[in-house]
């Protein structure tokens, strides 16, 4: 490599040598290995793992599935800025989550049939529409985040929601009073709260910075429907 | 550089006065007043060396290009047309808000606020929550009546979050309909008129609506004359807004055809709020408030409004 950094210098005086041409000087050492496969090793993996999970047992898929629903439950509870419930979304989580919060909050007894509280029906089309209007509305301020991750961060959210739901549940088999309502408005307010934190921590970003506020300001709207829809709840 | 800024600069500041002066050019899209000045200025602030005739080339084939993009305005059914209505800012929101609060003669919302770039988030979003606010302030002030006289049946009153969203959304897009679709009729009797597109008149009705959200969360005070007040307050502050919205267009129309259409906006105007008022905040009537004795002749699913002072005075 010396003899061809050198040869433009004498340029002018030799005569003009080919490029490279002391490239054929240089032997290869023995030691260093040069040859090796050009496919890429990573694709038989990928086939390995297709097939494993079509042969395996029906409780493998399910507890896998579990599983995962069960960590993303764990990073909504304990909310710090990480990457997973973007990258490996999926919709059981809202669906379970959706599901038990409609079935609790469903009205029990037929007497007050206009008056009550959300039927089952309500609750799932405020929950599935409000999240879908939420989501569009993000996407049309041009926000980068794609539909469904955006539909399976905001379902993840609801569940404070759905344990503020629970603990009221408990709380009304109490005798009814003004301290009854306290404990149930607490708790709704720090669940909602909950809530909010949990799913601005993983939206904010994606939005651009000057509109921030006006994507956050539905989700605000879309939890405290569903906070009030909690509270309001009487069993008959 | 200097020379580009001046010239943006200006026209910033003519647009909103020549908009005043002449409404037919509210209907010309932004991008057509930009676009000779925009490649102008690229085309100077480029470099120094370009001779003559190539800037004038310059100029034309920016020209073809932008004309080119115009084109390819986006369809109908793609995304990206939809997401034309919503490229605004939160400043923006904000400060359309702020210009629907305060009704000033000679400063027309659509031509200073607007400025050719209806949205449709805010009218959107004003709807969903005044909607929401009124279900919710309804069944709140059912729950403190119940506080007060414990022989009122509470419930949560579900129903009414969607008899509140179908009249606010029907309100907020039938009405601008109607309202466009006449002065469009108008215009093709008096040709002079300008016009609003429909966007710019769903913007207008969507904003109008904002003033409504702090007066139904005031109604919460179960003081009657008060929430009379209150309400007959928000009403004129969102009517005149509307008429001086609306006057700059109609003015140009028969004195007649004039007054009626303000009048039927502010009358369509004023029947929303008391309607919202008289079908959310029911005051009681006196024969619900007979002794107990007589309670289990009622029907057990009869809604019982909330109570208003005629208890408060009893008690």
Excluded at chain 1, 41 to 52: H, L, N
Excluded at chain 2, 30 to 58: C, F, I, K, M, W
Aim: with cysteine.
């Amino acid at each position: 490599m010396a003899e061809a950094a050198e040869s433009p210098g004498n340029a002018g005086t030799a005569s003009p040598r080919p490029l490279f041409a002391g490239l054929s000087d240089i032997s290869i050492s023995q030691d260093i290995p040069v040859e090796g496969e050009i496919t890429i090793p990573v694709r038989s993996q990928i086939r390995e793992f297709d097939s494993s999970t079509l042969n395996e047992s029906v409780q493998n898929t399910i507890m896998r599935d579990l599983k995962a629903v069960g960590k993303k439950f764990m990073h909504v509870l304990y909310p710090r800025k990480s990457n997973t419930l973007l990258r490996d979304w999926d919709l059981w989580g809202p669906l379970i989550l959706c599901v038990t919060l409609a079935l609790m909050l469903q009205r029990g007894s037929a007497d007050s049939e206009k008056d009550g509280g959300p039927q089952f029906a309500e609750v799932f089309v405020i929950v599935w529409f409000g999240a879908v209007t939420i989501t569009l509305n993000s996407k049309l301020l041009g926000g980068n985040i794609s539909f469904f991750q955006s539909l399976c961060v905001l379902g993840y959210c609801i569940l404070p929601l759905t344990v503020a739901m629970l603990i009221c549940r408990l709380v009304l088999l109490a005798e009814p009073g003004p301290v009854n309502f306290m404990v149930r408005l607490f708790v709704v307010i720090v669940m909602f709260a909950w809530s909010i934190v949990a799913s601005t921590a993983f939206l904010a970003d994606s939005q651009p910075p000057n509109r921030k506020a006006l994507a956050v300001y539905p989700v605000f709207l879309f939890y405290f429907v569903i906070s009030w829809m909690i509270l309001t709840f009487t069993p008959q | 550089m200097a020379a580009a800024h001046e010239l943006t600069f200006h026209e910033f500041e003519e647009a909103s006065d020549l908009l005043v002066e002449t409404p037919d050019a509210a209907t010309l899209s932004r991008s057509d007043q930009l676009t000779p000045q925009g490649h102008v200025t690229v085309a100077v602030g480029s470099g120094g060396s370009y001779g003559a005739e190539e800037v004038v080339e310059e100029e034309s084939d920016k020209a073809a290009l932008l004309q080119e993009k115009q084109k390819q305005q986006p369809g109908f059914w793609t995304f990206g047309y939809y997401q034309s209505f919503f490229d605004v800012d939160t400043s923006q929101v904000l400060d359309r808000i702020k210009g629907t609060l305060l009704p000033r003669p000679g400063h027309n919302f659509v031509w200073h606020h607007l400025r050719n770039q209806p949205d449709l988030y805010g009218p959107f979003w004003i709807c969903a929550t005044l909607a929401f606010v009124l279900a919710i302030t309804s069944n709140l002030t059912l729950a403190l009546a119940q506080r007060r006289d414990p022989s009122i049946h509470y419930s949560p009153q579900f129903h009414k979050v969607t008899v509140a969203g179908i009249t606010i959304y029907c309100y907020a897009w039938l009405v601008p309909l109607a309202l466009w679709g006449f002065l469009r009729w108008r215009k093709g009797i008096q040709e002079h008129m300008g016009t609003y597109t429909f966007l710019e008149t769903v913007c207008v009705y969507g904003y109008s609506l904002f003033v409504f959200i702090p007066m139904v969360m005031l109604w919460l005070i179960p003081v009657p004359w008060l929430q009379w007040l209150f309400g007959g307050l928000a009403l004129a502050l969102s009517a005149t807004w509307l008429v001086f919205t609306l006057w700059p267009i109609v003015r140009e129309d028969t004195r007649l055809v004039a007054a009626a259409l303000l009048s039927a906006v502010v009358l369509l105007h004023a029947l929303l709020a008391l309607g919202c008022k008289l079908y959310f905040f029911q005051s009681l009537p006196p024969e619900y408030l007979v002794p107990p004795s007589q309670v289990p002749s009622l029907p057990p699913n009869v809604p019982l409004p909330p109570t208003l002072p005629r208890s408060m005075a009893t008690s």
